[in-house]
C-alpha cells in the first residue's frame, strides 16, 4: 500500500464535512489535488503569466517552456514516440470529439461501421452517434458477458472487414473492467480498421504505454489525475494526425492566412486554435511529475489492493448488489443497497463526511443493461486508505439500518 503520509499532500482532505472528517471516495469523477500542482499554479500566474508562442520578451518565452514542456511530460508519461503526437485539449471528451470530427469524416461511407461496447461513457458514444448519421454508418457493439467484461471471442465476431473505426474504454467508470486494448487493437488492425481508446480511468491509474498498445488515439483528463480541471490531451500517430484536418481555426493554429485561403502550422499546434490552456498544462506537468514520483506501479498495487479490501467487506453487506467483476478491475465499487435510491444512500453518507457519486454516470447503455435506472459509486485513489473503507462500510451499515423496510 502506499504510505498514508501520501494523504497529508492534499490540503482539501484535512477538513470536516458535516462534523466529520472528510472521506473522499469520487476519484473517478475529479481527483484531489496535491501541494505541488496548486503550488505550480500558483507560481505560473504570478511569474510566469503570459501568452505562449508569439512573444518574445521574458514572460512569455517562460511561459512557453512550460507550455511545451508540459507536452514533453505527456509523451513521456504515456509512452508516444513523438512530442507533435500530443495534443492538449480540454479533457478526454474533446479529444474523443476531435478524431469523430476530424478523422472519422475522412474514412466514413455509407455502410462503413463503428464499433463500440454498451459500457462506454456517453463522451464516447455521442460523438460517434453523430459521425455514424453525418457519414451512413452504422454502430455495432461488443457484447457484454454477465459479469460486464468483453470476451475477446465477441471482439473476434464483431470486428469485421467494414469496420472502420473501434472507439473503446480501457476501464469502465462503473463496471471497473480493465478491457484487453493490446488484444483488441490487434484485431482491429487485422481487419483495417483503426482503435481510439478512451483513457480517463486508466491513465490515473496505470502505467499506459501507447505505443506497445499499439492504438491509434489515445484520450485523457489531467483532473482525474491529479491535475486540474479544463486540461486534457489527445495522442493520435503522427501519420494519423498529419492528414487530418483541425476542427477549431483561428490564431495560433495558423501557418499563413490570405484573404481567401490560408494554411495550417504543422503538427501538434494545427489541432490547438486560440490560447490553450496554459497554466492547465502546466499544473498537469506537475501532476505527472508527482504520479511519477509515487510511481505507477505503485499507484495500480494500492489501488487494486483498496479495491479487493473494499469488495470484501462490503459484499458482506446484506441486500448490498455489486456490479462488475470481481477480478481484474480498477480502483472503483458501484453498488446499490437493497431499494434505497442512491441519490438518498449518497444523501445519508455525507452526513457522515463520505463523498460518493450517485447517478447514471453518464452511462445510461450500460445502466439499462444492468436493469438499474442509477447505482452509487465509491472510487478510490492514491489518497485512500483502508481506514476510508472501514469507515464506507460503518455508514453503508447506518444507512441500511435508517431505511430499514426500504431494504430488500
Request: net charge negative.
Amino acid at each position: 500500500m502506499i504510505p498514508a503520509e501520501i494523504r497529508e499532500l492534499f490540503p482539501i482532505l484535512k477538513q470536516e464535512v458535516n462534523g466529520h472528517p472528510l472521506v473522499y471516495l469520487d476519484s473517478a469523477a475529479t481527483s484531489q489535488k496535491p501541494i505541488q500542482v496548486i503550488e505550480a499554479l500558483k507560481h505560473y500566474y504570478e511569474w510566469d503569466n503570459a501568452n505562449v508562442h508569439r512573444g518574445v520578451h521574458t514572460l512569455g518565452s517562460r511561459a512557453t517552456d512550460a507550455y511545451e514542456g508540459a507536452r514533453a511530460k505527456v509523451a513521456k508519461f504515456i509512452g508516444a514516440a513523438s512530442e507533435q503526437e500530443i495534443i492538449f485539449t480540454r479533457g478526454t471528451t474533446t479529444a474523443i470529439n476531435i478524431v469523430a470530427a476530424s478523422f472519422a469524416e475522412s474514412v466514413l461511407r455509407e455502410g462503413d461501421e463503428i464499433v463500440l461496447t454498451p459500457m462506454e461513457h456517453h463522451s464516447n458514444l455521442i460523438p460517434w452517434q453523430q459521425a455514424a448519421k453525418k457519414s451512413g454508418a452504422t454502430l455495432k457493439y461488443i457484447p457484454l458477458q454477465a459479469d460486464g467484461s468483453i470476451s475477446l471471442a465477441d471482439v473476434e465476431n464483431t470486428i469485421t472487414d467494414r469496420t472502420k473505426i473501434v472507439s473503446i474504454v480501457y476501464v469502465s467508470n462503473v463496471l471497473g473492467v480493465i478491457n484487453p486494448i493490446k488484444e483488441i487493437a490487434a484485431i482491429a488492425h487485422k481487419h483495417g480498421a483503426k482503435i481510439m481508446v478512451d483513457g480517463a480511468q486508466s491513465t490515473p491509474h496505470m502505467k499506459v504505454d501507447v505505443q506497445d498498445l499499439d492504438c491509434d488515439f489515445y484520450a485523457l483528463s489531467g483532473h482525474k489525475m491529479c491535475g486540474p480541471t479544463g486540461i486534457g490531451a489527445l495522442y493520435g500517430k503522427k501519420s494519423l494526425l498529419n492528414n487530418m484536418e483541425p476542427v477549431e481555426f483561428g490564431g495560433e493554429m495558423i501557418d499563413h492566412v490570405d484573404l481567401y485561403e490560408s494554411t495550417w502550422k504543422e503538427l501538434p499546434w494545427k489541432f490547438e486554435g486560440g490560447t490553450p490552456m496554459i497554466a492547465g498544462a502546466v499544473g498537469l506537468g506537475a501532476a505527472i511529475d508527482f504520479l511519477t514520483e509515487v510511481g505507477m506501479d505503485n499507484i495500480y498495487k494500492h489501488d487494486v489492493q483498496l479495491t479487493n479490501y473494499a469488495l470484501d467487506r462490503m459484499m458482506q453487506i446484506p441486500d448490498l448488489a455489486v456490479y462488475g467483476p470481481t477480478t481484474n478491475r480498477a480502483g472503483l465499487v458501484t453498488f446499490n443497497l437493497g431499494d434505497v435510491h442512491p441519490h438518498d444512500v449518497a444523501t445519508v453518507l455525507d452526513s457522515m463526511g463520505i463523498a460518493v457519486r450517485a447517478g447514471h454516470h453518464c452511462c445510461q447503455p450500460l445502466m439499462r443493461w444492468l436493469e438499474q435506472s442509477s447505482t452509487a459509486r465509491a472510487s478510490f485513489y492514491l489518497y485512500n486508505t483502508e481506514d476510508d473503507v472501514d469507515r464506507l462500510v460503518t455508514a453503508l451499515l447506518k444507512t441500511k439500518e435508517y431505511f430499514g423496510d426500504a431494504i430488500g
